[in-house]
């Protein structure tokens, strides 16, 4: 089953970017044709996927404005099966200059309806603010998967998250399901890792993945080299967790 999903958290540095670009490499490493979508300004995605965000020509930012149609911004990574729509700092500009535009929260979608085919995957990684951005990525979206840091602020922001999910899927796209919440940065050492995956799972009343992603150096490291951990060091725990992962979003598919 072909599925676009979304990557969102409005907290920051909580491995939203490194859940995209992992995952996404994961599922494309396991033989899926994948493409993944920056809409974050930062363009992190872009560039840990091996791509020079400042040097490409079209980007997500040409596409919601209409200066390009899709297949003109979707460029290879460093990755076999994995594409990109890159992003860089002109996105930000995006919100103010659509202001205006008719069905603005639907552009993504449109844009989206005409590729879906062929791929079995589309990742979106948002920003971390619930802005247009993040509307028209969920009105893309068939569901949503919400990374949670294992530290103390953990479900602080996370019931805005929620309440915005269900505030699009009732008013713009009546479609959209929670994929499923993941722990990031898990340190096994701390005791305070283990009550925050307890308390997330006694309050929160969603799938949650059995596959922890725990703080690791390689991981880390990764994005510098402008490749997916699972190119950087292919055994490291960060590697094999996201593969685990994959196998989970791949398995949750086939239900």
Do not use: W
């Not at 340190?187 to 799938?207: F, G, I, P």
């Amino acid at each position: 089953m072909k599925r676009v999903i979304v990557i969102a958290n409005q907290k920051g540095g909580v491995g939203k970017t490194t859940t995209a670009i992992n995952l996404s490499a994961s599922l494309a490493e396991a033989g899926n044709q994948v493409l993944i979508i920056d809409m974050d300004p930062q363009g992190n995605t872009t560039s840990g996927l091996g791509i020079e965000k400042n040097e490409v020509e079209n980007t997500i930012y040409e596409l919601l404005l209409g200066q390009c149609e899709i297949e003109d911004c979707i460029h290879d990574s460093v990755c076999e099966n994995l594409s990109v729509i890159p992003s860089n700092v002109n996105l930000a500009a995006a919100e103010i200059e659509l202001i205006d535009t008719e069905e603005k929260e639907y552009i993504l979608k449109k844009s989206l309806d005409q590729i879906r085919k062929k791929y079995d995957f589309i990742l979106i990684d948002c920003p971390p603010s619930l802005n247009m951005l993040t509307i028209n990525a969920m009105c893309a979206g068939d569901t949503v998967l919400v990374p949670i840091q294992c530290e103390y602020y953990a479900l602080e922001g996370l019931s805005q998250l929620m309440y915005t999910i269900n505030l699009v899927k009732e008013r713009l796209n009546s479609k959209l399901e929670i994929e499923g919440v993941v722990f990031t940065m898990y340190d096994a050492r701390t005791n305070l890792s283990l009550q925050v995956v307890e308390n997330v799972k006694s309050n929160l009343d969603q799938n949650i993945y059995k596959s922890i992603i725990p703080r690791n150096v390689r991981l880390a490291e990764a994005p510098s080299y402008g490749m997916p951990v699972l190119m950087y060091d292919s055994k490291s725990t960060g590697a094999e967790s996201y593969r685990m992962l994959a196998k989970e979003v791949m398995s949750r598919g086939e239900k």
